[in-house]
């Protein structure tokens, strides 16, 4: 992986903003034990960290990534409303994830490929998408087509990020995602996992911090 240092913004404002994000991010975790707040702030509280992280990008000049963390935030609202709304959730958070393939395809075309490393990462990933794709087929219901496309769309996105030379966060901030969508469909999907809360939203939030700083870093371009 492209060895490049962790970089936050220095000015006052965007390091306040990244503060707010992640305390945020922290509230909304006690949600999955029990002592959260109620409905709907919790929404409100969940869906305003990354809405935050959109925030801190676009102060950094990074539009689509921006624009990528915002329709991921959208997303978390429409899974927490009661009823939860998941054909929107699923569709925000592919848009977002439409959105990270071109930036991570950008970025394999500016700066090459890891070579034999990244493709083999990504073969193992292809292979674990395809065993969750096939095991959870039966569990999926009416939302059978549109959770298999999604499940293509972050296969691509984790792909591409392995296979290019994006930041070593912005990589870890993939992995994290797939991880937290993984734990997160045997959750919603097979009504299993139910301690797995937790799990799923430090990886998440986790995973798209890690992708607002990666792909933030001052040596990308503001194409970003």
């Known amino acids: 992986m492209t060895a490049t240092p962790i970089t936050i913004a220095s000015d006052r404002v965007s390091r306040l903003i990244l503060l707010a994000a992640l305390i945020l991010g922290a509230i909304y975790l006690l949600d999955d034990f029990g002592i959260g707040a109620p409905y709907p702030l919790n929404v409100i509280i969940k869906a305003g960290g990354v809405v935050l992280l959109g925030v801190y990008a676009l102060k950094q000049g990074r539009l689509w990534l921006g624009l990528g963390l915002l329709a991921g935030s959208a997303g978390d609202a429409f899974l927490a409303l009661e009823p939860t709304q998941q054909a929107l959730g699923i569709l925000a958070f592919a848009i977002g994830h439409l959105i990270y393939i071109g930036l991570f395809a950008d ?118």
């Open 107 to 224: 970025q394999l075309r500016r700066k090459g490929n890891r070579g034999l490393p990244g493709y083999l990462a990504t073969g193992v990933i292809i292979v674990f998408g395809a065993v969750m794709l096939v095991a959870l087929q039966p569990h999926f219901g009416e939302l059978r087509i549109a959770a298999s496309i999604y499940n293509g769309i972050i296969l691509v996105m984790v792909a591409l990020a392995l296979i290019g030379r994006a930041p070593n966060l912005a990589v870890i901030g993939a992995l994290l995602f797939l991880i937290s969508d993984a734990v997160l469909a045997w959750r919603m999907f097979a009504g299993m996992l139910d301690w797995a809360g937790p799990v799923v939203w430090v990886c998440y939030f986790g995973g798209q911090a890690c992708i607002a700083l990666g792909l933030s870093h001052p040596e990308d371009s503001a194409r970003n």
